[in-house]
């Protein structure tokens, strides 16, 4: 890291060695972090331990999507992240010395965030705890969940703390502890899945100066400079690049990470007059797997100790995030009584089908990056020769499927369309955002949807919500009190017809769209996005 | 769609030995990405992934090995 990470106080364990908490967290990691911010604002009161008393050490999550950087917008970070992090969104593909062809991820304009932004994933952690902190998460660093008991309407944890250890109750135990998951293990839940028989070499590098690179990502096959592996490029802010290097599975983990040896593959690169730091070195092998179940009685599981994915695609930290933008707001409507415990399950249902997406698309990237046979690097190879001359090959080209915000397609709480509806993003889909006009000002239709359940309405006359529902009215010619979407792509992402209501969840994902509203079809949609079992006032 | 087996080749000899031809001169690993060259322009000209799965499950028919997971797989 370009400066000294920051530390946090060790918290002292509660003088009486017992405690009682209604939510417990563990891991303040990326997820943890996101988890426990939207919980605070929600209103809900959490507790978060970490065996740790800083940030996500070196090189981990840079590439931070569309998706991801809205929902951090919803949760206040999202100028920083863009004020900081390098928007790119052309990726380049090589193979051996030459261009194989170069992809746009956002070919559309009229959206506040960009593809991606490339991000230290220790910066957004720092941010992540300033802005819990300034929510009221209560934050117990050097805290480490050694032990658990599941009981009927909670857990008992054993921790461990520099100044002793102490039992802590928790009504609902959020696992938020990554990959090795403790509490996964303490339960003895199985986490099975492929490993890939692969060693990749990071590098983060600081150039300083002039560098022969655009902030794009570019991925070789097979270049002159590593001849017969891959090789990814990434700029990230701070002078700083993240080199990933395939090695192979007979590198030798101990020599290749010798500041020496990967200076020699750097230089090789770079060529021999490009003046370098090494900042940080790692090596990975990789796996895809998951939990059967992400809901264990009180205990929730969420990011990377509910499921790992291989790094192509950027899909482990991305998901994880979209985990927390999915639990948060069922939990604190679990929690405060405006919906039964079953809402639950529907965390469950949506975010399994989201890591199954993620981990076919992680394996079909991996399997085309790492072929496990000669066949297999044959049919790889005969698809990057032919991709130069013909845009079919183009498409079979998979370097990685960068991550995508989850369509929720089959939810429970998706009710079907009511009426006609031209296209646009359907029921359980993030709402897509539009430029609009807020009293003449320039604006962005997604920073007035979220954080609670919405309506929104287009061209629509005054339409009675009930209680929990907030009107939102867009309107294709300026009127008071609607958003002016002036440039009608507000209307044409939504496939909405004027009279048209779009009901939104407080994470943004489409509910039900109802081409002619009705109090009663409304609040039935609203009842069933709530869980259905759900005490709506 | 489904795969059509039926003799659709006017002159299947000459068919052949067009195979044939392709491949004259090429060492074993040149022969091979020819086929998989070639496998990959023909399965985009049928461009539908159930022909492609019964063509595949055909060619596959009594080769010794596993049973082939990832045809019933990639469903
Ligand atoms: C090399 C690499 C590159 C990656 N690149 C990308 C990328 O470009 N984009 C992307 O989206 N994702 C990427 N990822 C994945 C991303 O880093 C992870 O998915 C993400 O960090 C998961 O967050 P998490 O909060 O679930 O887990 P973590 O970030 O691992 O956090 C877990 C936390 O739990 C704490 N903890 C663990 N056990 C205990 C315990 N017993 N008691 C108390 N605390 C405990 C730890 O201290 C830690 O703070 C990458 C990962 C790697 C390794």
Known sequence: ?537 | MSLDTTPRLADADAAFALLMEAHRGLDPAASRALDARLVLILANHVGDLAVLRQALALARNGLAGEDGPGLSAAR
């Open chain 1, 1 to 537: 890291m370009p400066q000294a990470p920051p530390r946090y106080p060790a918290a002292p364990p509660p003088a009486s060695g017992t405690d009682h908490r209604r939510v417990v967290l563990v891991g303040g990691g990326l997820v943890g972090l996101t988890l426990a911010l939207d919980l605070a604002r929600h209103g809900v009161a959490v507790t978060l331990l970490d065996e740790e008393d800083s940030v996500a050490t070196g090189s981990r999550a840079i590439c931070f999507a569309k998706r991801t950087l809205e929902i951090y917008a919803r949760l206040g970070l999202g100028p920083r992240m863009l004020e900081k992090g390098v928007t790119w969104q052309t990726g380049r593909v090589f193979h051996g010395a030459r261009e194989a062809f170069h992809f746009d991820l956002l070919p559309e304009a009229g959206h506040e965030y960009p593809a991606f932004v490339n991000l230290q994933q220790y910066h957004v952690e720092e941010w992540l705890v300033e802005a819990c902190q300034a929510a009221g998460v209560e934050l117990r660093w050097r805290h480490r969940v050694a032990g658990l008991a599941p009981e009927a309407a909670g857990v008992t944890l054993a921790v461990e703390t520099p100044q002793g250890p102490y039992t802590l109750r928790a009504d609902w135990l959020l696992a938020c502890d990554g990959a090795r998951s403790a509490i996964r293990r303490a339960l003895g839940l199985p986490f099975q899945g492929q490993v890939f028989q692969d060693r990749f070499l990071i590098a983060d590098v600081v150039i300083r100066g002039e560098v022969g690179f655009p902030a794009e990502r570019w991925f070789w096959f097979d270049p002159p400079f590593h001849p017969g592996q891959s090789v990814l490029l990434h700029k990230q802010p701070d002078d700083l690049w993240r080199i990933d290097f395939q090695l192979g599975w007979d590198a030798d983990p101990e020599a290749e990470q010798q500041p020496a040896r990967v200076a020699a593959r750097v230089r090789a690169m770079l060529g021999p007059d490009v003046p370098f730091e090494l900042e940080w070195v790692s090596l990975y092998t990789f796996r895809c797997r998951r939990l059967d179940r992400f809901v264990h009685g009180r205990v929730v599981f969420a990011g990377d100790s509910a499921h790992q994915v291989s790094p192509f695609g950027a899909r482990g930290g991305n998901g994880g995030v979209q985990d927390a933008d999915n639990l948060a707001w069922k939990l604190a409507a679990v929690l405060n009584g405006s919906a039964g415990p079953g809402l639950l399950d529907s965390y469950e249902a949506e975010r399994i089908a989201a890591a199954e997406e993620n981990i076919l698309h992680a394996m079909r990237a991996t399997d085309f990056i790492t072929p496990k046979s000669d066949h297999a690097r044959a049919y790889r190879d005969a698809v990057l020769d032919l991709a130069a001359d013909h845009a079919f090959a183009r498409a079979l080209v998979n370097s990685g499927r960068l991550s995508r915000p989850a369509v929720l397609a089959e939810s429970p709480l998706n009710s079907a369309d009511q009426g006609g509806w031209a296209g646009g993003a359907p029921a359980g889909a993030a709402a897509p955002d539009a430029p609009v006009l807020c009293e003449g000002q320039p604006d962005w239709l997604l920073r007035h949807l979220g954080g609670d359940f919405g309506l929104l309405l287009f061209d629509a006359p005054d339409f009675p919500t009930p209680p929990g529902l907030r009107p939102v009215h867009v309107a294709a010619e300026a009127r008071p009190g609607a958003l002016w979407d002036h440039s009608g792509l507000a209307a044409a992402r939504f496939g909405a017809m004027p009279g048209g209501a779009v009901l939104l969840r407080p994470d943004q994902h489409i509910a039900a769209r109802l081409a002619m509203p009705d109090p009663v079809a409304v609040r039935a949609a609203l009842e069933r996005a709530r869980g259905g079992g759900g005490l709506v006032p």
